[in-house]
């Protein structure tokens, strides 16, 4: 190697280092006290070894799976609805939003996939479909639990170009309908998938893009009964 190797930044740092794209996540992460859901501490200090000397993990959450909503989209939500979250009294709603947005104890990508506890069996029905023309494509669908509680599903396909000539293979990932425009972000303790819309929870599977809007435009009529979320899911290590 020519250059050192380093351990990769957690989410909330990882996030920090683009702020063009994640500031207004950043802030509603701070606003709503979530941040500490995205971060992860190895610290390896003689305090920490008493206390965890038979956790190989660090402080923190060690596994969790984000789909991070960009800059751009919070600015399609309706005006008065950015208005409202931001607010004082828009904090719980805000905290709803984004916890949807998120996979507790699971590292979810593209190719690969793994579990904090091995004990946790729910994943009976995961199953594969393998291309029988293609040995390297496959497509695969699941719901998993997000921190709200509500399933949140999960496509992911990958496929040959179909361009001439071409061997290039091309990977799509999508959350509840919507694609990630980027995917895979290697994160200390989890995986980070782009988001160019904020998920909407009314939704259903099979949304597209002008379907999650149309929920956005019509958010008064349904938003305010959403429904109660807990928040104590997931492993802290």
């Known amino acids: 190697l020519d250059f050192p190797l380093f351990l990769p930044a957690d989410i909330t740092d990882t996030l920090f280092i683009v702020p063009t794209e994640f ?57 008065d609805l950015q208005m409202f979250l931001f607010s004082p009294f828009g904090e719980t709603a805000l905290r709803k ?20 506890r091995k004990d946790d069996v729910d994943e009976s029905d995961f199953v594969i479909k393998y291309d029988e023309n293609d040995k390297l494509g496959f497509e695969w669908d699941y719901h998993f639990r997000s921190l709200t509680g509500q399933k949140l599903p999960v496509h992911v396909k990958k496929y040959q170009s ?20 980027k995917l895979d972000t290697v994160a200390q303790n989890g995986a980070i998938h782009v988001l160019d819309d904020v998920l909407s929870p009314r ?35």
């Open 23 to 79: 500031s207004t996540t950043l802030a509603a992460l701070e606003k709503i006290a979530l941040q500490d859901r995205y971060q992860f501490n190895s610290n390896f200090g003689k305090e920490w070894n008493k206390k965890h000397q038979n956790d190989r993990h660090g402080k923190g959450y060690a596994a969790t799976t984000f789909f991070a909503p960009t800059n751009a989209a919070w600015s399609q939500l309706p005006q």
């Open 97 to 116: 939003l984004l916890a949807f947005h998120t996979i507790p104890d699971r590292l979810v990508f593209s190719e690969w996939y793994d579990r904090v």
């Open 162 to 181: 179909k361009l001439p000539g071409s061997n290039q293979y091309n990977v799509e990932v999508q959350a509840h309908g919507l694609y990630a425009r």
């Open 203 to 237: 939704s259903t599977e099979g949304i597209d893009k002008t379907q999650n809007q149309k929920d956005w435009n019509e958010w008064k009529d349904w938003f305010f009964e959403y429904v109660p979320i807990r928040l104590d899911q997931g492993t802290k290590r």
